[in-house]
């Protein structure tokens, strides 16, 4: 057979020749450096069958391509670890049933069905044997069975990998992965690849928990244990990511929200159901009210829908039942012999478009801009559920622009500016765009395809006018229209999808949305679909983890906090506190019977940004000693002073403070 280096040159191999044999025709030292190879553009191990003329590029572990290759290896090593873990406690290492082991961004996972259940506990453990399985550097071998001969190893014994092998399609290679000898080694389903030996993995790994994960991601299936592990190239990125683990810990918003009193979630309410405090309610207000005001100031108009809609309504747009599996079921009655089903709202765009339609439209109507914070409601799985990022009922700033064709790109444009503007405001300097556009090979998208290129040509021209920098992502699209979202990197780094924009030449063609347009004929409007925070619940969690709790001064529940030295100037503490309140600032007075060190400390752990000390001698003389979180003590002022500098800091939603 004939493979081709990446000069071109081509290299005459014995037929069924691996990667590895290109290494060894290479010479010694490609040989000893080899751990896999880019074959045809793909991700091959050195152990895997080359086909007949592939173009072949040799990796080594300074290729990027190296980490998903041992993450791989990794996973098997932990299925390993875990047979020999409970061997070790007497049971038959055939009790213990495998799923799937993937590699996932930093890291491996492996879902296990163990004869008792795993916990955070026994994963030093497992990691110790992992290293032992490292240390014997246990070479891989691939090789493949027939159906008959891969369903022999696993029927009766193991239900995942027999589903999994009934599911390889007729005639597709069923490939294994050996790693050590049959005795005491390790074998697995899987398509590979992975490194040549378990010492050729880096020891740059941690396990770091337990988690339940129902088989295939279907809650009617058995609930397996899912271990998961991250690995890197180096010590110095295991121990940059223990970092922000630990840090992520203490950003968690769900601890934060309980220990700042932001947020509840009560089971007996209802999962995935937030009630928000009053202190969360203090953001959640202040957001919107920052978002009202932008959208007033470009053109657009204010409205409000109802929770429920028709099923009929959702029936029309498509998102019944395109997307009956995400949303609650129809609530369905009979009045007078009629029966009606309605549906809890799961989109606001339907209901806009409705009070679009209320009567006819002209071009000088146009754009119309229709705004709403609009509650929703999804059926998120129970497992699935996570804080306020992942709810059952959440409010977007949903908008909808109703325009002529021509208008699309400057809409849009218009939209990105407001989306900036949020960005900007709050901080977050760090982001990138990321384009949807539909999977030609898929059926789940509507409408007429020169339609759906148009909207794409034009969402990636305003990206490209805006200076955005941005990727296409294929299949990505909503059912009805292309779309544009931003990732946008928080203070440690993580990524998170916020805000997104679509173009929809569809919802207005299933609506027979029209517009008289100059020429007196009617036209068909097209809709932009925005909401630069998404969902309120999803954004707020987000910006409580990347502010650590520690919010900027517009955003603070409490601004400030007026704290007297003792009784004897508790009088003029409440009579500044009353006077910040006055002046429109969130000021409380702590007079309980603490020190007040303690009460200081109370304030600093909550976070407060402003602390005011009040003694006899600013009793005295109409002032206050200010401290200002992260900054310390900025000495006495005068409080006409201080609420002149404060009142400023929160009107302009400055992020740093003007002291």
Not at 235 to 260: F, I, M, N, S, V
Not at 287 to 316: C, D, N, W
Not at 557 to 581: F, T
Request: charged share 30%; glycine share 8%; hydrophobic share 35%.
């Amino acid at each position: 057979m004939t493979v081709y280096l990446p000069d071109g040159k081509p290299l005459e191999l014995p037929e069924g020749a691996t990667a590895k044999d290109v290494a060894r025709a290479l010479g010694e030292g490609w040989e000893r450096r080899a751990v896999g190879a880019i074959v045809d553009g793909e991700l091959y191990d050195l152990l895997k069958p080359l086909p007949e003329g592939a173009k072949v590029r040799l990796l080594t572990e300074k290729d990027p391509e190296f980490q998903t290759l041992f993450r791989h290896t990794l996973a098997h090593v932990l299925a390993q670890a875990v047979k020999e873990f409970f061997r070790e406690k007497g049971y038959d290492p055939e009790s213990v049933r495998l799923g799937v082991g993937p590699v996932i961004e930093k890291g491996f996972y492996y879902d296990i069905e163990a004869p008792e259940p795993l916990s955070d506990e026994d994963l030093p453990a497992i990691e110790a044997k992992m290293r032992e399985i490292l240390k014997r550097d246990l070479p891989l071998k691939r090789f493949v069975l027939s159906r008959e001969e891969a369903l022999a190893r696993y029927r009766g014994k193991d239900p995942y990998k027999t589903e999994l092998i009934l599911e390889i399609p007729e005639g597709e290679e069923i490939s294994f992965y050996q790693q050590g000898d049959e005795a005491y080694g390790f074998t697995d389903l899987c398509r590979g690849p992975h490194v040549p030996s378990t010492g050729r993995i880096p020891p740059h790994f941690k396990l770091t928990h337990v988690a339940g994960a129902y088989w295939r991601g279907d809650e009617k299936r058995p609930m397996l244990q899912r271990v998961y592990g991250v690995a890197f190239r180096t010590a110095e990125e295991l121990k940059e990511y223990l970092w922000q683990l630990e840090e992520a810990k203490k950003r968690d918003h769900r601890r934060l929200g309980r220990e700042l009193e932001l947020f509840l979630i009560d089971p007996m309410v209802g999962k995935g159901l937030v009630l928000w405090l009053p202190k969360g309610n203090v953001v959640r207000e202040e957001l919107m009210a920052f978002m009202r005001e932008e959208q007033i100031r470009r053109g657009y108009q204010l409205v409000t829908t109802p929770h429920i809609g028709s099923l009929e309504l959702y029936k029309t747009s498509g998102h019944y039942p395109y997307y009956a599996e995400s949303q609650f079921p129809p609530i369905s009655f009979k009045e007078r012999g009629e029966e009606e089903a309605y549906l809890l709202k799961p989109m606001n765009c339907p209901h806009h478009i409705r009070i679009y339609a209320y009567r006819k439209r002209s071009y000088r109507e146009l754009p119309l801009r229709l705004a709403e914070f609009g509650t929703v409601y999804r059926y998120e799985k129970a497992g699935e559920l996570l804080g306020l990022t992942r709810v059952r009922g959440f409010t977007q700033d949903d908008a909808h622009i109703f325009c002529t064709p021509e208008e699309v790109k400057g809409e849009f444009l218009g939209v990105l500016d407001l989306v900036l503007k949020v960005f900007a405001t709050l901080g977050l300097k760090d982001y990138r765009a990321r384009i949807g556009v539909r999977d030609p090979k898929s059926e789940k998208y509507v409408g007429d395809e020169a339609k759906w290129a148009l909207a794409e040509r034009q969402i990636e021209e305003a990206a490209a006018e805006a200076g955005l920098r941005y990727t296409v992502e294929e299949g990505d699209a909503a059912f009805y229209g292309p779309k544009l979202d931003f990732v946008v990197k928080d203070a440690l780094g993580r990524e998170w999808q916020l805000g997104t924009i679509q173009v929809d030449y569809n919802l207005p063609e299933r609506f027979g949305l029209t517009y008289v347009g100059k020429d007196g004929e009617e036209h068909r409007p097209v809709m932009l679909h925005r909401a630069p925070f998404g969902s309120l619940e999803r954004f707020i969690g987000i910006l409580i983890e990347h502010f650590a709790g520690d919010f900027p001064l517009w955003l603070a529940p409490v601004q400030a906090v007026v704290v007297p030295v003792s009784e004897k100037q508790e009088d003029y503490a409440r009579e500044v506190a009353g006077r910040l309140k006055e002046a429109g600032l969130r000021a409380e007075a702590d007079t309980r019977p603490e020190r007040m060190q303690a009460r200081i400390r109370d304030a600093e752990v909550q976070k407060v940004p402003y602390i005011l000390v009040v003694g006899e001698r600013e009793k005295a003389e109409g002032a206050v000693s200010v401290r200002r979180r992260k900054k310390g003590n900025l000495g006495t002022m005068p409080l006409a002073a201080f609420l002149e500098g404060a009142l400023r800091e929160y009107r302009e939603r400055r992020l740093e403070p003007v002291f």
